[in-house]
């Protein structure tokens, strides 16, 4: 599979003047892109962007004023015998380390990655070079060495927990919001799939107790490596937040319930990923004990497992995964894929259910949901003219990204008609399909707990695919990051979704000084309470309101 990642920063810099018209239409005090004067934008050389880390010197680039720190290295090599286990730390070096490029994906499925011309397009992906040598963290700072404390974000890819990686979409670019908001932004790369959470603890015993969970200890290290190094470039390791998608925000939870991230953390963003629990010990030691059967090994031979080339070792574990899902069958209650586990020790309990973790407690919370999240019909225009009866016999089977509603479909199709008149059916589809039940389900639990809770809406859409691609699950991402004039393909460009990121990244940029997203552009936006359903739904004109959908919602089975 050829790289993808010369046309990504081939459309950096051809996208300059974009970036830049982006950050000179601020007028809300931000820091702005320096205006363009003789000489380059981009300087890169020996003495340039040189930083101390504690495993040794990195040298980076500085584009249009934003230092550019790619692929650091925070862990070792995860293949052979650290395949299975915690991450270990990187080894030390002693010449200057080229942090130039960004750095491996982790081992993931990539055959027929770009099949999907429609979705290769509209989320432009940017993926190369594949290997368990994947830890690594990205950089982008307005200075290093400066001694200022600047608010650190740190962002997690989507892709649930098997795809994906740290600039997986143009709109994963930190450099805008890092000139914005005068923040450091980091990024990272993580082990995935049954390599970062392939149950083998029931079989191999306490040497593969952590097993289950190392991709998530993998994001735990690079926090670490936040906490211990951040300062160099220019940030304050006593304010950083974490912010993911879809995925991403599954994991921003479960971190949030993990011991060994306490305090290395203060903020949470869950983006299109309220997540209230995880996999269960036993259906995840049963499916790690189908993987080693599957590969025809004995529990004391897990180190021929651990031998075996990766995309072989994947395929077993694939099968093996596929066959476990089809056994346990669609109401087994079982886990049926790769993800992390309550395993009592890294992991003590679900996240949120059925109370927050106490971990969680001092953590204020941002949980957020697109309005249209799958939007069927955006590349095949022949589904805006189903009807409802239609849509009540496609959502029986299957809605959005969970199972059908079976008997329980028209009721629920009828609740939304009637909660939202006027809207197609094929919106009504994607208004059934949505998760703003878990982000509710969520945000129940969490308001219980002291730290504040803010929930929103995002209802903006695009002016792309004859209107037909809506809200879609992924398009909030470039409005909080400021990047709508980069990721072209999720807003098609100028002033309009502009106007809206500028308000996003200004409530995003609060909430990462003060846990309080309010005083950055957008309408007051009130502390989520279970009474009133307190939501903002954004768009062009923005407006907190009390649960928008509750009515419709009381159709859903109960999750």
């Known amino acids: 599979m050829k790289s993808n990642r010369r046309q990504f920063m081939q459309a950096i810099g051809t996208g300059a003047s974009g970036i830049a018209v982006a950050a000179a239409a601020t007028s809300n005090g931000f820091a702005q892109a320096p205006k363009e004067a003789d000489g380059p934008v981009l300087l890169v050389g020996d003495d340039i962007a040189v930083a101390p880390t504690q495993y040794g010197k990195v040298r980076g680039y500085v584009l249009r004023g934003i230092h550019y720190f790619l692929g650091i290295p925070y862990g070792a090599d995860t293949s052979g015998a650290n395949r299975f286990m915690p991450p270990q730390k990187p080894k030390p070096w002693t010449e200057v380390y080229p942090a130039l490029w960004w750095g491996d994906s982790a081992p993931q499925e990539m055959d027929k990655r770009y099949a999907n011309k429609y979705a290769s397009f509209r989320d432009h992906w940017n993926y190369g070079d594949v290997s368990e040598d994947c830890l690594r963290i990205n950089v982008q700072t307005p200075a290093i060495g400066d001694g200022k404390k600047r608010p650190v974000m740190l962002w997690i890819h989507g892709g649930g927990y098997t795809a994906g990686n740290g600039i997986e979409q143009d709109g994963y670019n930190g450099e805008n919001f890092a000139r914005f908001g005068d923040v450091v932004f980091c990024s990272l790369n993580h082990r995935l799939g049954p390599l970062g959470f392939c149950n083998l603890a029931g079989v191999g015993g306490e040497k593969f107790a952590a097993s289950g969970n190392v991709g998530m200890l993998d994001i735990v290290a690079a926090l670490e490596w936040v906490r211990d190094n951040i300062a160099e ?327």
């Open 233 to 559: 470039f220019g940030g304050d390791p006593g304010n950083v937040t974490i912010m993911g998608q879809s995925g991403g925000g599954a994991k921003v939870c479960v971190l949030t319930a993990m011991p060994s991230a306490k305090g290395l953390f203060h903020r949470a963003v869950v983006l299109s990923g309220a997540s209230r629990k995880a996999g269960e010990k036993a259906g995840s030691e049963k499916l790690g004990a189908a993987v080693v059967k599957e590969a025809g090994l004995k529990p004391d031979e897990l180190d021929k497992l651990q031998a075996m080339p990766w995309k072989e070792f994947y395929a077993v574990a694939t099968k093996a995964q596929r066959a476990w899902a089809k056994e346990a069958g669609p109401g087994g209650g079982l886990m049926r894929g790769f993800s992390p586990v309550v395993d009592g020790t890294i992991l003590p309990q679900h996240p949120y259910d059925p109370e927050a973790a106490p971990t969680a407690a001092s953590v204020p919370m941002i949980i957020s949901s697109v309005q249209n999240e799958m939007s069927m019909s955006w590349a095949d225009a022949s589904l805006e003219a189903v009807t409802i009866e239609q849509v009540v016999e496609r959502v029986k089977q299957r809605a959005g990204f969970g199972p059908g509603f079976g008997d329980k479909a028209k009721e629920v199709v009828e609740s939304y008609v009637k909660a939202f008149p006027g809207r197609k059916p094929v919106e009504i589809w994607t208004l059934v399909s949505s998760n703003r039940q878990s982000v509710v389900a969520l945000a129940d639990v969490k308001s219980r707990q002291p730290a504040p809770v803010y929930v929103d809406w995002f209802a903006w859409q695009p002016p792309l695919f004859d209107q037909r691609i809506r809200a879609f699950h992924c398009v909030d991402i470039c409005f909080w990051f400021y990047n709508t004039d980069l990721m072209l393909t999720h807003t098609g460009g100028g002033p309009r979704p502009r106007a809206l990121s500028a308000k996003m990244a200004g409530a995003l940029l609060q909430f990462m000084k003060t846990g309080d997203p309010n005083g950055g552009g957008l309408p007051t936006w009130p502390q989520y309470s279970s009474a009133r359903g307190e939501t903002m739904v954004l768009d062009d004109v923005s407006e907190a309101k009390n649960d928008p959908d509750r009515e419709a919602r009381k159709a859903l089975p109960a999750t």
